[in-house]
């Protein structure tokens, strides 16, 4: 016959184990509660950022086109020549990453350009086109200045 030491003791872990599972219950719904709200906020949140850039983006397009809208009226139509832009380039002794930034463009960018794997865009040309009227000190007073704002 089992001692009442012994029974006492399995019948109070038995009361604990239905307490503790009953606590565990309430915190699991609580926790199944708060995730489905963060999925919610992380949703809610990618979909503001896709907004944010959409909107970004069409700004910057609508921009972007009266640029090349303005350019295309006010100019006239302008030649690319991979040789002379780098002849161009070396004249005025400037890196291609230099001379990118200038353009607005990286200087792999411009190595590109150079090799006739690329061509500028159109809204890239008028800069192209004022960096032709520069001379060499003018070009690297500008090119240092814009190097020292990075």
Request: net charge positive; charged share 30%; proline share 3%.
């Amino acid at each position: 016959m089992p001692n009442i030491a012994s029974i006492l003791k399995a019948e109070i872990s038995r009361v604990a184990r239905k307490e503790v599972r009953a606590e565990i219950e309430t915190l699991k719904k609580a926790s199944v509660h708060h995730r489905a709200l963060i999925a919610g906020l992380r949703r809610q949140v990618n979909a503001l950022e896709k907004e944010l850039r959409n909107v970004a983006s069409s700004a910057g397009k609508r921009a972007v086109v009266s640029d090349v809208d303005e350019a295309a009226e006010a100019g006239p139509k302008r030649r690319f020549s991979p040789a002379r832009l780098a002849s161009h380039r070396s004249k005025l002794g400037l890196s291609a990453a230099s001379y990118g930034k200038l353009v607005g463009v990286s200087g792999q960018t411009i190595y590109h350009w150079e090799s006739g794997k690329a061509k500028p865009r159109a809204r890239q040309m008028p800069a192209i086109a004022a960096m032709r009227k520069l001379s060499k000190s003018q070009a690297r007073e500008i090119a240092s200045r814009v190097m020292a704002k990075l």
